[in-house]
């Protein structure tokens, strides 16, 4: 099966992800990780941060902590070397309605225009080797917090919302949208630690 070609930008990935079997009643993470690809981490790293954020998808209870888990394994295999993922069968089977995945896709449509405006190579030495491995890192942190942050109100948006922008920035190699999305994942933890604390 050939590999699916890489998008630089959001609007590139939500076709990605519109073009998914129209046909079918149901959207499994198998299908969408077909659709962008399972060699790049970043494309990965702005999937599960957009479905976080995504109203209706990101509101299903687990769905933040099933994201959490795949940027777990993934930034995982990335750290050990690996250039494709693999996942476990019962997590690429896990599936939401077609439905309900073409009434949140629209939501994520109307600001990428915007978005992709603002990206360009910036700092690219950010999103090389090492960054990416920092970038890896740092995703692995947001994942291992994303459970608890279920229970404190907006949390799980933040750590989305700085997943998607350390997966842009590895997508459009922006080493600029990287910085802010570690500024965000810093924010977000302190915001948590005062929630609990």
């Known amino acids: 099966m050939s590999e699916a070609p890489q998008a ?14 129209r046909q079918n009643p149901k959207i499994s993470v198998e299908d969408v990780l077909t659709a962008i690809g399972r060699r790049s981490f970043g494309p990965m790293l702005l999937v599960a941060g957009l479905i976080t954020l995504a109203p209706l998808i990101g509101d299903i209870p687990g769905m933040p902590t099933l ?30 309605s077609r439905q309900t995945f073409d009434k949140a896709l629209p ?23 090492w960054g990416s491995r920092l970038t890896a890192l740092t995703g692995i942190a947001i994942a291992l917090a994303m459970p608890p942050m ?36 810093f924010a977000t933890f302190a915001i948590v630690g005062v929630s609990l604390f």
């Open 67 to 96: 994201m959490a888990l795949l940027v777990l394994l993934t930034a995982g295999q990335l750290l050990a070397g690996r250039t494709s993922f693999w996942l476990p069968g019962w997590l690429l089977k896990r599936n939401i």
């Open 107 to 129: 939501y994520m449509k109307k600001p990428a225009g915007w978005v992709d405006r603002l990206l360009r190579v910036r700092l690219p030495w950010l999103t090389g080797y």
């Open 8 to 21: 630089s930008n959001l609007t590139q990935l939500l076709q990605m992800l519109e073009r998914i079997g």
């Open 150 to 185: 279920e229970f404190i109100p907006f949390s799980a948006n933040g750590a989305g919302l700085a997943l998607s922008l350390l997966g842009l920035g590895l997508v459009a190699r922006d080493g600029l949208m990287l910085l802010i999305g570690f500024a965000l994942t």
